[in-house]
């Protein structure tokens, strides 16, 4: 019975990193990488393409409010949500004869991120205790890099290709998706999650300190996401350089999966102050030396490892506040983080424009790191006592 379990837990957590895998990197974020490619076919210009990539944000946030308010009690059917609307997102993409077609499958295609992240944490919680589920939830967050690398490989091998790189993509979230319900199994009926209390006020006001960091992390993270490949695209990159830059930020979030064991023995505020400030960083070398390929890549596997060690840190900060309600806070967190990249995108184009992109990328580092330095003033002791729980080892 124990080896069943713990080869039911080695499956979730497997399965899980390829969920996040799939519905961030090969769904979410792979928008951005073949974007040059469907313009080019689709007739898709700049613009429209900004309301595309806006309206796919506004769906991820729509998906991530409502693992706010369902992931304690339905996990697996938010993961079977994840799981259709990735699928069917990335299949219309692929067979989008028009830019309506692709553009309402690309918005619907981005809810999948959002859902799958707190169903992730809510099955996570219930299959791994003590010490070792900071640990698993940071390994399964840290899907996001393999499937950039996989976004990446599936680019340079198939573009112009790039209705079947979408193709591929739908079935692979089909089968991850399948495999995360066979490793959650049944709902334990002790641990069913009804009955419980919802956030009330009073966590609402322990968060509003991580609110406002990741919402300045999601404003300087803009510049590489949105702007990174075109900025060497800009400054006489080749596509291949431009694309394994998207390589190497994958390259980077996986190795969280190898760092995990040290992060997780760190408190969450400390990875968080660690992890923002490399990657204020590497987002000011991109914007620096866009011209040197080495340097570009370099610093996009720093990006890759920062950026993905620092959203398993808002998770682990948010369930060092109030375990039981870790989905939430993550759902909350991630929302926040989102609507600041999509504030970041607008703003720092703009910048970008004007002034070009050493300016505007090292704009966005000084918001990155102040976000850094923000966290260092609200400790996990004040963020419980405004909950009246104890603070561990006190």
């Known amino acids: 019975m124990k080896r069943s379990f713990s080869l039911r837990r080695a499956v979730l957590l497997g399965s899980g990193l390829a969920l996040i895998a799939v519905t961030y ?3 979410r974020l792979a928008f951005g990488l073949f974007l040059p490619d469907v313009q080019r076919d689709l007739d898709l210009d700049a613009a429209a393409a900004g309301w595309v990539s806006a309206g796919a944000s506004v769906s991820y946030c729509l998906g991530a409010l409502a693992g706010f308010v369902l992931a304690r009690a339905h996990a697996r059917a ?3 949500a994840a799981t259709v609307t990735a699928a069917a997102g990335a299949i219309g993409m692929a067979a989008g004869s028009d830019a309506v077609v692709f553009s309402v499958a690309a918005v619907v295609g981005s809810a999948s991120a959002g859902l799958a992240s707190p169903a992730l944490v809510r099955l996570v919680e219930e299959r791994v205790s003590g010490s070792g589920r900071v640990r698993a939830q940071a390994f399964v967050n840290a899907g996001t890099g393999p499937g950039l690398v996989v976004a990446g490989v599936l680019a340079l091998l198939l573009l112009p290709d790039w209705r079947t790189a ?3 993509s739908g079935v692979a979230a089909a089968l991850v998706g399948a495999a995360v319900l066979v490793g959650a199994g049944r709902r334990d009926e002790h641990d069913s999650g009804r ?3 919802t956030p009330g006020r009073r966590w609402s006001r322990a ?5 406002v960091v990741a919402l300045l992390y999601g404003v300087g993270t803009a510049s590489v996401w949105t702007f990174g490949r075109s900025t060497l695209v800009d400054a006489g990159a080749s596509t291949v ?4 830059l998207w390589v190497a930020v994958g390259v980077g979030g996986a190795a969280v999966t190898v760092t995990s064991r040290w992060t997780a023995g760190l408190r969450a505020r400390t990875l968080w102050l660690v992890t923002t400030l490399v990657t204020a ?3 000011a070398a991109e914007g620096l030396v866009p011209s040197s390929g080495a340097v570009s890549l370099a610093a996009g596997v720093v990006f890759g490892w920062a950026y993905t060690a620092a959203t398993g840190a808002l998770i682990a900060w948010t369930t060092e506040i109030a375990s039981e309600h870790a989905a ?3 759902s909350v967190l991630f929302v926040v983080l989102v609507l600041g990249q999509a504030v970041g995108a607008a703003g720092l184009g703009t910048v970008l424009d004007a002034v070009g992109p050493a300016v505007a990328f090292l704009l966005a580092a000084v918001v990155t790191a102040t976000g850094a330095v923000g966290s260092c003033r609200w400790g996990r002791s004040q963020e419980r006592a405004e909950l009246d729980l104890p603070v561990a080892g006190a």
């Open 78 to 80: 938010l993961v079977v």
């Open 166 to 168: 979408w193709a591929v």
């Open 281 to 283: 960083a590497a987002v």
């Open 328 to 330: 939430a806070g993550t």
């Open 195 to 197: 009955g419980r209390p």
């Open 207 to 211: 968060h509003v300190r991580l609110l």
């Open 241 to 244: 350089t431009s694309v394994l």
């Open 25 to 27: 990197g090969l769904v």
